[in-house]
Structures are given as C-alpha cells and as structure tokens.
C-alpha cells in the first residue's frame, strides 16, 4: 500500500478556513432546497407550509450573507449563486404559491401576472449586482429587496386564515383584485428606485447596534409567539414605509423651487455681478453733480 506524506495536497485534511469558506454557500443551497420545496407543496395545493419554506429560505439568504462578512468569505461565485438561488426561492416559488392559490381560477392569461413579478425579480438581482459591484455597501437598498417582497406573499394566505384577518379586513377582498395589485405593487417597487432600509446590524458596543439588537429580538418573538398574525403585517408595513418615505421627500423637493429664489438672490455671487450696475449708476450721479456745480463758458 503506497503512503501518501502528510504535507502532500492528498492527505491534507481541511482547515476551519477551508470550512467556513463552504458554509456560506451550504446556507445558500439551502436556501434553494426550502425555495424548491415550496413550489413542491404549492402545486400540491399545502399553501400554508409552501409559504412557511419560503420564509425558511428567506432565513437562510439572511444568514448565508452574515456568514460571509463575518469570516470574510465572500466571492463572485458566493455573488452569482446566490442571486440564482434567490429568482427560485423569492421569485418562481412566491408567483407559483399564488398562482395555484388564486390565479390558476381567474382565466386562461392569468399566469402572465406572476411571470411579471417574476421578471421584476430578476431585474432587481442583475441591477443590484452591478450597482453593488466594487462598491461599499450602503444602509439602504436601491428597490424593494426581493427576499422582502417574496416573503411577504408567502405569508399571506397563513395571515388570511386567521380570526383577525376575517374580523377586521377580509372585506377588502384581498384573495381577488387586492392580491392582483399587490403582486404588480411589489414588482414595481423592486424595480423602482424607491430606497428601503437594511436591518441595523448588531452590537454591544453602541446604540446603535443596541438598537439593531433590539429589532432583531423583536422580530424572532414576534416570528416565533404568533407568526400567522406578526409576519404579513410586518411586511406591509416595510413596504408602506418605503412609499411614505419617497412620497415625503418628493413632496419636500417640489417645495423646494419657491426658497431656492430666495437663496439665489441673497447668493454672494449674484450680489457680485449685481454690484457693476449698481457703480454704474452711482458714477453717473455723480457726473451730474458734477456738471451741476461748474459754472457755464
């Protein structure tokens, strides 16, 4: 039997970087194992626990990210894989969930309605990958993020068939024309330039990343005590906050035109090239003084 040396690339056993260099990547296929799964149980017609799988996935790109910043462990690869993961998990699973629950009745060209949302979808992950690209990374994102939007029609039907939903906003009939609008709501967001807030990070060590713990913990109670009733409401919350703010601030730069007069003309440079004219017209009045005061040939 030939031995093989201990130092030689054959017997080298891996190292802990070798290891976490695989982890981010096993969380994403994870993510696209839960994605599948999802539109396993859709075509089934087990709504309730397609959406639950599509949250897991939604967990799962969450955590595959935090893995790779904190041990340092991001590549192109990691990148493109896991844009390709989430058009499954965020994209096809959440348009086919709603699909087999409400569109696969509505008529024969339905279905074009859940290929848009799926399109906006990978629209958003190809802009946001070459905008991000050599950048460093932002507090914002540019565009609704899709694990947002797609986990926020996940876990709309687990919301519809609660004692809440039926007593307080069933009227609004969201199972017909209200998931139409929400479907083509988040496919325009996705695509729009509409900025949403990422999740504060965590930390001990200021108030801020108190504060990120804080929302962090509020949001896994909130998951865990009473998912059916937290995670829609959550999610449209995110997405109203979003319009709110750009509405807000479109509002603030229209205004803006009446005072940037007002700048403008108390500008210094302005008052400089205004000061020529004024000379102008003091030197001329004094000419005439002038005149006045000499006497006549």
Do not use: C
Not at 50 to 70: N, Q
Not at 137 to 160: D, H, I, K, Q, R
Request: proline share 5%; glycine share 10%; aromatic share 14%.
């Amino acid at each position: 039997m030939e031995l093989i040396p201990r130092g030689s690339a054959g017997g080298r056993r891996p190292t802990i970087r070798q290891v976490v260099v695989v982890m981010p990547s096993a969380f994403t296929l994870g993510n696209l194992f839960f994605g599948f799964w999802a539109i396993v149980s859709a075509f089934n017609g087990n709504f309730r626990w397609a959406g639950w799988f599509i949250v897991f996935s939604g967990i799962l790109d969450m955590l595959d990210g935090r893995v790779a910043r904190l041990s340092n462990t991001g590549s192109r690869f990691g990148a493109e894989l896991d844009s390709l993961v989430d058009i499954v998990s965020f994209g096809v699973a959440p348009a086919l969930l709603i699909y087999f629950l409400d569109f696969a009745s509505a008529g024969r060209f339905a279905w074009i309605l859940s290929y848009i949302y799926v399109t906006a979808v990978a629209l958003r992950l190809a802009r946001y990958n070459v905008v991000s690209a050599g950048k460093p990374e932002t507090a914002w994102f540019t565009g609704m993020p899709s694990p947002s939007a797609g986990m926020m029609l996940a876990v709309y039907y687990p919301f519809s068939q609660t004692e809440w939903y039926r007593a307080s906003i069933a009227y609004l009939d969201l199972q017909h024309q209200g998931l139409v609008v929400l479907m083509l709501l988040l496919a325009l967001l996705m695509v729009s330039n509409v900025k949403y807030p990422k999740f504060p990070r965590i930390g001990l060590r200021s108030a801020k990343g108190l504060f990120g713990l804080g929302v962090h913990l509020a949001i896994l109670i909130g998951a865990l005590v009473a998912p059916e009733y937290f995670l829609f409401p959550l999610g449209l919350t995110y997405m109203i906050y979003g319009l709110a703010r750009a509405a807000v601030l479109g509002f603030m730069e229209r205004s803006e035109p009446a005072g940037a007069v007002e700048d403008q003309l108390a500008d210094p440079h302005d008052a400089a090239e205004a000061a020529p004219e004024t000379t102008t017209m003091l030197e001329r009045r004094a000419g005439w003084a002038d005149r006045r005061q000499k006497p006549e040939d």
